[in-house]
């Protein structure tokens, strides 16, 4: 495992959390940055993802314009964000960053298959 997501938690509904992801190492400045989320029985779900040029970004339909994908390439380690605002009870769910090898300077995308480094999930607990 070479991301670390951290962050999660307990909150209640209406509540904001932000998880962070370290991703060290030069590659993963070349890398589209994403996010997905597993609840249990469900299968994962595409989240957010951003560009590798910090310019694009695509939202899941459930957290659209709830959610926000931000990345800061410091030297050679990427700090992927995932700012949750307006959290509701279907947010819960581990949270998982991944980096994909798609060399796209602007693409961004939704596949889990095209993420080819994941990290070890947190978890986000919403109560009602």
């Known amino acids: 495992v070479q991301l670390q997501a951290s962050g999660g938690g307990l909150v209640q509904a209406g509540g904001s959390l932000r998880l962070s992801c370290a991703a060290p190492g030069r590659r993963f400045i070349q890398s589209p940055m994403g996010w997905f989320r597993q609840a249990p029985g469900k299968e994962r779900e595409f989240v957010g993802v951003i560009s590798r040029s910090d310019r694009n970004r695509k939202y899941g339909d459930s957290v659209k314009g709830r959610f926000t994908v931000s990345r800061d390439n410091a030297l050679n380690t990427v700090n992927l964000n995932l700012q949750m605002n307006d959290l509701k009870p279907e947010d819960t769910a581990v949270y998982y960053c991944?980096?994909?090898?798609?060399?796209?300077?602007?693409?961004?995308?939704?596949?889990?298959?095209?993420?080819?480094?994941w990290g070890q999930g947190t978890l986000v607990t919403v109560s009602s």
């Open positions: 991944a980096a994909s090898e798609r060399q796209s300077w602007d693409g961004v995308y939704r596949d889990p298959n095209d993420y080819s480094t």
